[in-house]
């Protein structure tokens, strides 16, 4: 008898936590596992050496005035956004000059019907618009397209190599958080995208 119940005691807790569980972010780190680009997954695998070649060139005194955005291990668990308004800019490492930061621009965090967060930029001439997805408890993967000067759209992932956005999303601070793209199709090592809460 006791042993029915204990069953049917997981069994109801089964059913309830799949019937509360919102729709499409219970456990969906396969999404993009299926949708990445061989090319992009294998670039994702090597953040470390993007962090490594992207910050060699970079002067110490720099790195340090811009804190844990340029730290490759400042990663905190509870990457998720919330949806709202935020400011946006990037930095980009390692091309055609060691190290170059753009003004803050608009930014937006909504919701797909999927429940993932869309992170959109809304003003600028790059405006990139990316999709988070679970990883792992400290990191999300996003995949994304870009609309450039005029467009009033934007590109999807898969549309246009050269447009293509891929990498990881992390919290590093309350309120903070930033894209990391390793080994992006530029002349950059290394693009990170700082995104604060307003």
């Known amino acids: ?11 109801l ?27 992009h997954r294998e670039r994702i695998q090597r953040l470390r050496d993007a962090w490594r070649e992207g910050l060699e060139p970079v002067p110490a005194i720099d790195a340090v ?10 990663a905190l668990p509870d990457p998720r956004p919330q949806p709202g308004l935020d400011r946006c800019r990037n930095v980009k490492l390692n091309g055609v000059k060691d190290l170059v930061s753009y003004q ?3 930014c937006r965090v909504d919701l797909n019907p999927d429940g993932h967060p869309v992170m959109t930029k809304i ?41 293509d956005q891929y990498g990881v999303f992390q919290r590093i601070g309350p309120g903070r958080y930033r894209l990391v793209q390793p080994f992006p199709p530029s002349v950059h090592t290394l693009v990170v995208w700082e995104l604060e809460k307003t």
């Not at 008898?1 to 069994?11: D, N, P, Q, S, V």
């Not at 019937?19 to 090319?39: K, L, M, N, T």
């Not at 005029?150 to 447009?163: I, K, L, V």
């Open 104 to 106: 803050w621009f608009t």
């Open 65 to 74: 005035f811009y804190g844990q955005l340029l730290n490759p291990n400042a």
């Open 13 to 39: 807790a089964a059913l309830l936590g799949t019937a509360i569980a919102p729709p499409g972010i219970a456990d969906d780190s396969a999404v993009w596992r299926e949708r990445i680009r061989p090319g």
């Open 123 to 163: 003003s600028g001439s790059q405006r990139p618009a990316v999709t988070l997805y679970p990883d792992d408890d400290s990191r999300m993967v996003f995949l994304g397209g870009i609309g450039l000067g005029d467009d009033t759209g934007y590109s999807e992932y898969g549309d246009d190599p050269d447009r």
């Open 1 to 11: 008898m006791y042993r029915r119940f204990i069953r049917l005691a997981l069994l």
